[in-house]
């Protein structure tokens, strides 16, 4: 099977940018969309990003950091085959795998609209934690942020079919990396003291 052709992005949004840019460089298939506030920052924040649920739940947690911090926020997403429909042969593949990707980065697009920071949304085919980790060499980001799949059963699958991001990040990578747990995930409960 071939690669499919880079995908192509709708433009970023943010609050007010003073300056707005898309690049598409060729030999790495890798897509920016740039949204920049008004006070270049001084520190940088890179949230590792898919449509995963735990991926929705960092995406407020790192847009929150980075507005505390006022950092620029580089939200990162590898595209792999799950970006794509599962039938390589239906006429319109690559139609669809565009709609995936676009609707993706709109969301984040307007995830982010309403806060007061500048974001980058960055796309392009490889390994996630590979990716995470050249964004945040060129950024020269404070952290790298990801959502976690919990634990359970499901995430024990999840890890033999698929790499844990966050594992392959701490194990090579000397930038702190913030793991935010999945809100859905029950709390401890904590036991009462019993009267005597």
Same mark, same amino acid.
């Given at each position: 099977?071939?690669?499919?052709?880079?995908?192509?992005?709708?433009?970023?949004?943010?609050?007010?940018?003073?300056?707005?840019?898309?690049?598409?460089?060729?030999?790495?298939?890798?897509?920016?969309?740039?949204?920049?506030?008004?006070?270049?920052?001084?520190?940088?924040?890179?949230?590792?990003?898919?449509?995963?649920?735990?991926?929705?739940?960092?995406?407020?947690?790192?847009?929150?950091?980075?507005?505390?911090?006022?950092?620029?926020?580089?939200?990162?997403?590898?595209?792999?085959?799950?970006?794509?429909?599962?039938?390589?042969?239906?006429?319109?593949?690559?139609?669809?795998?565009? &709609?995936? $990707?676009?609707?993706? /980065?709109? %969301?984040?697009?307007?995830?982010?609209? #309403?806060? *007061?920071?500048?974001?980058?949304?960055?796309?392009?085919?490889?390994?996630?934690?590979?990716?995470?980790?050249?964004?945040?060499?060129?950024?020269?980001?404070?952290?790298?942020?990801?959502?976690?799949?919990?634990?359970?059963?499901?995430?024990?699958?999840?890890?033999?079919?698929?790499?844990?991001?966050? &594992?392959? $990040?701490?194990?090579? /990578?000397? %930038?702190?990396?913030?793991?935010?747990? #999945?809100? *859905?995930?029950?709390?401890?409960?904590?036991?009462?003291?019993?009267?005597?």
């Amino acid at each position: 099977m071939t690669e499919p052709p880079p995908p192509t992005l709708p433009p970023a949004s943010g609050p007010s940018p003073d300056h707005t840019s898309d690049t598409i460089e060729s030999t790495s298939h890798r897509i920016r969309r740039t949204a920049e506030p008004a006070t270049p920052p001084e520190v940088h924040l890179v949230l590792g990003y898919d449509r995963s649920d735990f991926s929705e739940a960092a995406l407020p947690v790192a847009a929150d950091l980075a507005r505390r911090l006022r950092a620029h926020l580089h939200v990162v997403h590898g595209i792999d085959l799950s970006d794509y429909p599962i039938d390589p042969d239906s006429a319109d593949w690559e139609a669809q795998a565009q &709609h995936a $990707l676009d609707t993706q /980065q709109q %969301r984040v697009a307007d995830a982010l609209a #309403d806060r *007061a920071l500048g974001w980058s949304y960055h796309a392009w085919r490889g390994d996630p934690v590979e990716l995470l980790a050249a964004v945040a060499e060129e950024t020269d980001a404070l952290m790298i942020i990801v959502g976690s799949r919990g634990e359970g059963l499901g995430s024990v699958f999840d890890r033999i079919l698929k790499r844990s991001v966050s &594992h392959g $990040l701490i194990a090579h /990578q000397r %930038r702190p990396v913030l793991v935010v747990p #999945d809100p *859905a995930r029950e709390k401890p409960t904590t036991a009462e003291p019993r009267a005597t």
